[in-house]
């Protein structure tokens, strides 16, 4: 069964730095990297960054200029850079791809498991 495995997430420092990676496991025939997501206690998931399978990103104005998001769909790979982190960037982050099993489906929605980063002192 394919999944989306996230790893990278923890305990920070403010103003400290933490780099998430999303891959997908098992064999797929086609990815593309769509976002990152997170969701805080007793808050809606929100979307943090995205990214078009052109390569073109966008980020929620919160983060903007602190986050970066990149991927390798050809390695089923995405990413987010986190720096000058804000306690209030606590939350679990999830990463999003959509995924192609074989030549004869369509691509599907795809979340990770999700990650806890916590920036505190």
């Known amino acids: 069964q394919v999944q989306l495995v996230e790893s990278g997430g923890g305990l920070v420092q403010p103003g400290g730095s933490l780099r998430l990676s999303c891959s997908a496991s098992?064999?797929?025939?086609?990815?593309?990297?769509r976002g990152w997501y997170r969701q805080a206690p007793g808050k809606q998931r929100e979307l943090v960054a995205g990214?078009?399978?052109?390569?073109?990103?966008n980020y929620a104005a919160a983060v903007k200029g602190r986050f970066t998001i990149s991927s390798d769909n050809a390695k089923n790979t995405m990413w987010l850079q986190m720096d000058s982190l804000k306690p209030e960037d606590t939350a679990v982050y999830y990463c999003?791809?959509?995924?192609?099993?074989?030549?004869?489906?369509?691509?599907?929605?795809?979340w990770g498991q999700g990650t806890q980063v916590t920036v505190s002192s």
């Open positions: 999003n791809a959509d995924i192609r099993l074989s030549w004869a489906t369509s691509f599907g929605d795809y």
């Open positions: 098992g064999s797929i025939f086609g990815f593309y990297a």
């Open positions: 990214i078009t399978r052109g390569g073109i990103t």
